[in-house]
């Protein structure tokens, strides 16, 4: 069964645009949700993170919207740039004693110069 | 650079062997997870050592083993080989305490392995 659900699978985005990826979960019992961008060949690296008890959290160009009602929460690129090409992450955990990271499938991201 | 590192880069085993990959964590981090990422999936969670003892585990056989050292690095070994055990493994470092949580994990490049 999977936890998180992640759409699109893949995103072309021309170079200054917005990009958005989306993620919805089940367990309401999940508190903790970082987004990771993976680059060929390498392994994840945490891009940003949020706690359910704040709808937004932006830093820098990249912006999380989380909606715990719907149980959603969403990656926005703003001024996407070629550099920002890579495969997108989005995971959530729980308040336990050990980080268990439940990870979306990933949505691979090509901004077109 | 995140500073966790894993060896070997790529491994290549046959059916029913077994093989052991390693992971040395960031400085000053004392727990170390480990997932498996098939080709084209997100990474599903093995286990995760904290000052070494197994501190969670996943939904993985137990033919899917590991140890953590005194100076934290950290060893992943699989028995009995199966061709759907291709795939790259990862291993994320963090700090964290007894009782509390880790936020934060830094993952190494992984260790791309292929059974035939």
């Known amino acids: 069964q999977q936890q998180v659900k992640q759409s699109p699978q893949s995103l072309i985005v021309q170079k200054g645009g917005i990009s958005i990826i989306n993620c919805a979960y089940e367990?309401?019992?999940?508190?903790?949700f970082p987004w990771y961008q993976q680059f060929p060949g390498k392994g994840p690296a945490l891009l940003i993170a949020?706690?359910?008890?704040?709808s937004e959290k932006k830093e820098g160009r990249f912006t999380i919207s989380f909606n715990k009602s719907a149980k959603q929460f969403s990656l926005h690129i703003m001024d996407s740039q070629p550099g920002d090409s890579a495969t997108y992450f989005c995971?959530?955990?729980?308040?336990?004693?050990?980080?268990?990271?439940?990870f979306g499938s990933g949505t691979k991201l090509n901004v077109k110069p | 650079e995140t500073g966790v590192t894993q060896s070997p880069t790529h491994l290549i085993k046959t059916r029913g062997q077994q093989v052991t990959l390693r992971c040395s964590s960031q400085?000053?981090?004392?727990?170390v997870s480990w997932y498996q990422q098939a080709l084209g999936q997100g990474p599903q969670f093995i286990f995760q050592?904290?000052?070494?003892?197994?501190?969670g585990r996943g939904n993985f056989p137990p033919r899917f083993s590991g140890l953590q050292f005194p100076n934290y690095s950290s060893e992943l070994n699989v028995n009995a080989l199966e061709l759907d055990d291709s795939a790259l493994y990862l291993c994320?470092?963090?700090?964290?305490?007894?009782?509390?949580?880790?936020?934060?994990?830094?993952f190494g490049p992984g260790t791309r392995l292929l059974v035939l």
């Open positions: 949020i706690r359910p008890d704040v």
């Open positions: 994320a470092s963090s700090l964290g305490s007894s009782g509390g949580r880790q936020e934060t994990q830094y």
């Open positions: 050592y904290y000052r070494e003892e197994e501190n």
């Open positions: 367990n309401t019992a999940f508190d903790y």
């Open positions: 400085s000053g981090h004392n727990t």
């Open positions: 995971a959530a955990s729980k308040g336990n004693n050990f980080n268990k990271f439940y």
